[in-house]
């Protein structure tokens, strides 16, 4: 019913920028909070950044000052602008939406498929 497709990753050096972009589409009534997850090897998913509809964020302490979350309500977009990478910001990076695609369902989340962000020393 509902499909988040990401975009944006890539290899970058330590220093470097990217921008990642997550679009949210298929039967939507209203998207509530959107945000960023990532997982590294052998680690566990962590919240990185997220957004409210109303455009209230907050993010990771790793990230703060260094990336920044906005989204476009008329596109159901969500991205992320990461500047400052690390090496230890390599991970496989989710989208995640909260969603109600009636205005009589509740909302439940959906998550993208991932994209692969690599930061080289």
């Known amino acids: 019913q509902v499909q988040l497709v990401e975009s944006g990753g890539g290899l970058v050096q330590a220093g470097g920028s990217l921008r990642l972009s997550c679009a949210a589409s298929?039967?939507?009534?209203?998207?509530?909070?959107m945000g960023w997850y990532r997982q590294a090897p052998g680690k566990q998913r962590e919240l990185v950044a997220a957004?409210?509809?109303?455009?209230?964020?907050n993010s990771a302490d790793s990230v703060k000052g260094r990336f920044t979350i906005s989204r476009d309500n008329a596109k159901n977009t969500v991205y992320l602008q990461m500047n400052s990478l690390k090496p230890e910001d390599t991970a496989v990076y989710y989208c995640?939406?909260?969603?109600?695609?009636?205005?009589?369902?509740?909302?439940?989340?959906?998550w993208g498929q991932g994209t692969q962000v690599t930061v080289s020393s």
């Open positions: 298929g039967r939507i009534f209203r998207i509530n909070t």
């Open positions: 957004i409210t509809s109303g455009g209230s964020t």
């Open positions: 995640n939406a909260g969603v109600r695609v009636t205005i009589v369902m509740t909302e439940k989340d959906y």
